[in-house]
C-alpha cells in the first residue's frame, strides 16, 4: 500500500533540528498517553509473522514478548525464525538490491522523511509500546521516540548530501566524479535496551543509503520493531528492502552474518557477541566476493569524576540520573562514580540521598521514575553482582530484590569499591553504581581510563586546566563537562566508543552514513567520445 514515491529535493528540505521532548506535565499529552497505553493494551496477545520479500511468513513456532512488570502478560507472539528462514531473508534482500540500488536518493529519502512523519503523528503510540515492552517510563520512552524520528530525519538529509557531487582535483585533459554507491545486503541486529531509536536508527541509515537488509529484532523488544517495519510498508518501502526476521540470535544471528551474500553487519549489543559477530563476519564463505563490513556497538564502564573545584550538588545529580535512568540499562550509563578524596564523603551522601528519593513500580504509571529490569536473565544477573558488590565494597543504598510481581531491583550504590574489582570493571547493565575514591585529579583520570572499555565519561570540574586535560586525556568517544554522560541528541553529540566499545561508529553524525557506503571514482579523457 505505497503512500509515498515522490521524490524530495534537498533544496527544499528545511535544516534538521531535534525533536522536542514531550511536556507530560500537560494534561493533553497525559491524556494522549494514556489513551495511548490502553491501545496498546487492547491490541495484546495478536501474533506476528516474519516478514520475507514482502510475504508474511508463519513458521509453525512462536515466542512471545512479556511485560516485565507483569510476567505474566503477553504483549505478542512472534513466529519464530530459523536457519532456513534467515537463508531466504537474504536472498529475498539480495533480489531487492538489485533494483533498490539504482532508485534515486532522492525517493529514498522521501520514504524516510514520511515514517518519520507517521512516527511523529503516532508519537505517543510507539512510547506506549516501549513502556510495556521494556519498562521505560513515560519520559524515557518519549525520548527514545524522539530520537528514532530525529534519526530518520537525519539520515535522510544526509542521504541527500552524500548522493550530490562529491569534491575531486581537476585535471587537465580528464574529467572526473565521485560518487558514493551502496554496500549490499545487510544484517541489522539491534538492541532491546534502545528499542526505538537503535532500531530505527540502524534500519534507516542502511535502506536510506540504498541498501537492503534483515532486520533481527531483539527478541525482548520484537514488537516495536514489528510495528516500526508495519509503519515502512505502509509508507511504500518496496517488497524485500526491510525484511523482519524475529527469533533466537544465537541461532538466526550466526546464520544472517556468515550468509556469502551478507556484505555488512550493523549491531549493538554486548561486547560478547560484538566479538563474535567480528570474528565471523572476518571469515570469508564459499561464493563470497567481498570483505565483510562491521559496525558495532558494544557498551562500556561508564565514568562520571569529579574534582574538588566541581558543584558538588550538580554533580550529584548528573551521578544518579546517569547511573538509575532507564534502571541502568544503557550503555552510556554512568555505572562508576570516580570522586578525589577531599570532597568524595560529601558527594556519595548527596548521591546516596538523592538516590532515596527514586520511585520504582510500574512504568504505566508516570509517578514511577525507575520500572523493571528486562526480563528474568537481567534480574538474576544483576542481583548476582549485588552479591558480589557486598564482598567487594560497602552497600550504603538499595542492595533488595523487591517484593512485588515483575523483574524489579531497587537502585544500588556501593561505596570504597576499588578501580579493580569487578563491580568497578564489568559491565553489569542495571541499577549499580559503585563509588571509587581517587587520591587526586590525576588518579581519577587514570582510574576513568582504567577499563577495557571507552564510550562515554563526565567530568565536573570548574578548572579550565583539567577540562582541556581531560578532553585530550579521557579517552572516550564522548566526554560531557559538567552534566551527565547519558543523552547524546542526534546531530549534536555523535555516537560510539574507543576501545572494546566498538568500532566508533559515530551514530548521528555527518560520517555515519558513508559506513554503508563504498566511493566509486570515475574519470574520462575530455575528448575521448566519438
Known amino acids: 500500500m505505497a503512500t509515498t514515491a515522490d521524490r524530495v529535493e534537498a533544496s527544499a528540505v528545511a535544516p534538521f533540528a531535534n525533536c522536542a521532548l514531550t511536556d507530560f506535565a500537560r494534561e493533553d499529552n497525559a491524556r494522549a498517553q494514556r489513551d495511548a497505553l490502553r491501545q496498546v493494551e487492547s491490541e495484546f496477545g495478536r501474533t506476528y509473522p516474519l516478514i520475507i520479500g514482502g ?8 515466542f512471545p514478548s512479556r511485560d516485565p512488570a507483569h510476567p505474566d502478560q503477553i504483549l505478542a507472539n512472534f513466529a519464530k525464525a530459523g536457519v532456513a528462514e534467515a537463508n531466504k531473508a537474504v536472498e529475498a534482500a539480495w533480489t531487492a538490491f538489485q533494483a533498490w540500488q539504482y532508485t534515486p536518493a532522492e525517493q529514498r529519502a522521501a520514504y524516510v522523511f514520511e515514517a518519520a512523519r507517521l512516527m511523529r503523528e503516532r508519537r505517543f503510540y510507539f512510547n506506549a509500546l516501549q513502556i510495556y515492552e521494556v519498562g521505560k ?7 527514545d521516540v524522539a530520537e528514532a ?7 535522510a538529509r544526509e542521504a541527500l548530501r552524500l548522493a550530490g557531487p562529491q569534491p575531486v582535483v581537476p585535471s587537465p585533459g580528464e574529467k572526473g566524479a565521485l560518487y558514493y554507491i551502496p554496500l549490499g545486503v545487510g544484517a541489522v541486529i539491534p538492541p532491546w535496551n534502545f528499542p526505538g531509536a537503535i532500531m530505527v536508527g540502524l ?9 537492503t537488509l534483515v532486520l533481527k529484532p531483539a527478541s525482548t523488544a520484537a514488537l516495536i520493531a514489528a510495528r516500526f517495519v508495519d509503519l515502512l510498508i505502509e509508507v511504500g518501502v518496496p517488497a524485500g528492502v526491510v525484511n523482519f526476521l524475529p527469533g533466537p540470535g544465537g541461532v538466526i544471528g550466526d546464520a544472517l552474518v556468515e550468509h556469502p551474500l551478507t556484505r555488512f553487519v550493523s549491531f549493538t549489543g554486548s561486547r560478547e557477541v560484538g566479538l563474535r559477530i567480528n570474528e565471523i563476519a572476518a571469515k570469508p564463505r564459499p561464493g563470497q566476493k567481498w570483505i565483510k563490513r562491521t559496525v558495532l556497538e558494544m557498551g562500556g564502564k561508564d565514568a562520571v569524576v569529579v574534582d574538588e573545584t566541581a558543584n558538588l550538588e550538580e554533580a550529584a545529580a548528573a551521578i544518579v540520573a546517569s547511573a538509575f535512568g532507564f534502571q541502568g540499562q544503557k550503555c552510556s550509563a554512568g555505572s562508576r562514580a570516580i570522586v578525589v578524596e577531599s570532597v568524595y564523603d560529601e558527594v556519595v551522601r548527596r ?4 538516590t532515596a528519593t527514586l520511585t520504582v ?25 549485588i552479591e558480589v558488590g557486598k564482598q567487594e565494597g560497602t552497600l550504603l543504598q538499595g542492595g533488595d530484590r523487591l517484593a512485588r510481581d515483575g523483574y524489579f531491583i531497587a537502585p544500588t550504590i556501593f561505596g570504597d569499591v576499588k578501580p579493580d574489582a569487578r563491580l568497578a570493571q564489568e559491565e553489569i547493565f542495571g541499577p549499580v553504581l559503585a563509588c571509587i575514591k581517587a587520591r587526586d585529579f590525576d588518579d581519577a583520570m587514570a582510574i576513568a581510563n582504567g577499563t577495557e572499555y571507552g564510550l562515554t565519561g563526565a567530568l565536573f570540574s570548574s578548572d579550565p586546566e583539567r577540562i582541556e586535560r581531560a578532553s585530550r586525556e579521557f579517552h572516550v568517544g564522548n566526554l560531557y563537562l559538567n552534566r551527565k554522560c547519558t543523552g547524546a541528541l542526534v546531530g549534536v553529540h555523535p555516537f560510539g566508543g574507543f576501545n572494546m566499545s566498538g568500532t566508533d561508529s559515530k551514530a548521528g553524525g555527518p560520517d555515519y552514513l558513508q559506513l554503508f557506503l563504498q566511493a566509486k571514482s570515475v574519470a574520462e579523457k575530455v575528448g575521448g567520445r566519438k
Open 55 to 62: 510475504e508474511r511468513v508463519e513458521t509453525g513456532t512462536t
Open 149 to 155: 524520528i530525529d534519526f530518520l530525519e537525519y539520515y
Open 137 to 143: 517510563s513515560w519520559v524515557e520512552a518519549d525520548a
Open 361 to 385: 513500580g510500574d512504568t504505566t504509571d508516570p509517578a514511577n521514575y525507575m520500572g523493571p529490569v528486562v526480563d528474568e536473565n537481567a534480574y538474576r544477573k544483576i542481583l548476582d553482582y
Open 203 to 211: 534500519t534507516s541509515s542502511a535502506l536510506v543509503t540504498g541498501n
Open 351 to 354: 548521591v546516596v540521598e538523592r
